[in-house]
């Protein structure tokens, strides 16, 4: 089964680089909002796949890093891939699709509830500003049916 890649694929090709990414995190309205500055790179293989490393340091808990892939799958007629980080034990998986002006790639995954209680649903989306940026930007579904944004990350290419 020798794959090629396909037209959606080459929508993740934007990712490919090194960043710079300027984050803001607020995981409640509660909680102080968090600023961090962290790298990522992010290769391709084989044109199907792309995996994006991210490392930074979490002011009172120390360094972490994360890896993300991501690919197209054409029986699913969907953007698939994971996303693990060294201070968590889930394994996240993405199911996605990608807005009519292909600028905004929307994936749905499932994961642990930031109070630990129980599993929701989350929505990581990655909005594409221009070759050299875009936004990682995450959210959960809360109980009362709202989505609450609780995660943005400007990419900035480094040159």
Known sequence: MLAKPQ????????????????????????????????????RSIGGLWVVLESKGEMPEQGPWSSIMTLGYDPKKSQYVGTFVASVMPHLWLY???????????????????????????????????????????????NDDGKW????SGRHTRIK
């Open 95 to 141: 199911q996605g699709t990608v807005s009519e002006s292909r600028t905004k790639l929307t994936l749905d995954t499932e994961g642990p509830r930031c109070d630990q209680d129980g599993m929701a649903r989350y929505q990581d989306m990655i909005q594409f500003i221009d070759d050299d940026s875009w936004v990682l930007s995450s959210q959960i579904l």
């Open 148 to 151: 609450h944004a609780f995660m």
């Open 7 to 42: 037209i959606e694929h080459e929508l993740l090709d934007r990712l490919i680089g090194n960043w710079t990414v300027e984050s803001e995190c607020q995981m409640a309205a509660d909680k102080p909002l968090e600023k961090s500055e962290y790298k990522a790179t992010c």
